[in-house]
């Protein structure tokens, strides 16, 4: 199925005219946050890492995750991602259950896997390790999921390609393998290729993570530009800061798979109420 590109820029200009009310999204004609936790937990046997998590993301917001390791802020992703499955709670993305069904009772019960792939179209996720295809080009690596998933033709998936190897700064590694590029340079292939699927929503799990340092601030500065030029809904697992106060609208910090205090950057960074996120801000900054 065709779809219509990612925007590239945020425009002011009037445009077309408005779409029919069926074609807007839900999240967008109601108001309410594109996503939503409910009372999500999420237990591996008796170790609780979700703990009845409630927290919203609005259409377009950037929001960062940030505290200690094994908080549960990757859980998160990979719930989202449906990579896993809630263990308590709902998690709603525009308006639907990401992982439920409607009964015509009005319960919910689990999704079956053809929901699920489909509630995967609306999401993207960049991985700590780049997860590269290696016997693939690096064209090839961003236009197998939007020929295979998305349906479109494999002309246009490359053109799209181009266009994001461009925004992405290599527009001269379009036949290169992953063995050829640095780790840098991988991770920028694959935030081409989650960009690729034209996404609402955005993950990014601690994309700097795995990166020589000298590498860190240009992967940094390309997410700061895609955040800052895109509408896209980011949603951001990071122990990189300053990348979290400059990007964010919001920032959350986690304890023990519960939200202990969110704000903006300037209210988290700047005069933290909880005692635990001055603790955990005071030892990483």
Not at 112 to 137: A, H, T
Not at 147 to 171: I, N
Not at 192 to 212: G, K, N, Q, W, Y
Request: charged share 25%; net charge negative; aromatic share 4%.
């Amino acid at each position: 199925m065709a779809t219509e590109p990612l925007p590239l820029k945020k425009t002011d200009s009037p445009g077309p005219a408005a779409a029919p009310e069926d074609a807007v999204p839900a999240s967008a004609r109601t108001g309410e946050p594109l996503v939503r936790f409910d009372k999500v937990v999420k237990r591996y046997g008796d170790h609780v890492v979700l703990d009845e998590l409630d927290f919203t993301v609005d259409r377009g917001e950037h929001v960062t995750l940030i505290g200690p390791s094994g908080s549960g802020k990757t859980t998160i992703l990979r719930l989202l991602m449906t990579l896993e499955k809630v263990s308590g709670g709902v998690i709603w993305v525009d308006g639907a259950p990401l992982t439920h069904t409607r009964t015509p009772d009005g319960s919910l019960k689990p999704a079956g896997e053809k929901q699920l792939r489909e509630s995967r179209k609306k999401i993207g996720m960049v991985f700590q390790q780049f997860n590269l295809f290696p016997n693939m080009k690096v064209i090839e690596n961003i236009t197998e999921a939007p020929v295979s998933v998305l349906g479109q033709s494999r002309e246009a998936a490359e053109v799209r390609a181009r266009e994001l190897l461009d925004l992405v700064g290599l527009s001269a590694k379009v036949d290169a393998h992953p063995s050829q590029l640095s780790g840098g340079q991988q991770q920028r292939v694959a935030i081409a290729r989650a960009l690729a699927m034209e996404p609402e929503i955005l993950l990014l799990d601690e994309v700097t993570s795995a990166l020589d340092p000298e590498l860190v601030a240009g992967v940094l500065e390309l997410l700061g530009d895609i955040a800052r030029n895109t509408d896209i809904t980011m949603l951001c697992v990071t122990h990189e800061m300053n990348f979290a106060r400059d990007v964010s609208e919001k920032v959350l910090m986690f304890d023990a798979g519960r939200v202990v205090e969110s704000g903006s950057p300037e209210k988290i960074f700047s005069d933290p109420s909880h005692e635990r996120t001055r603790e955990f801000l005071n030892a990483v900054l």
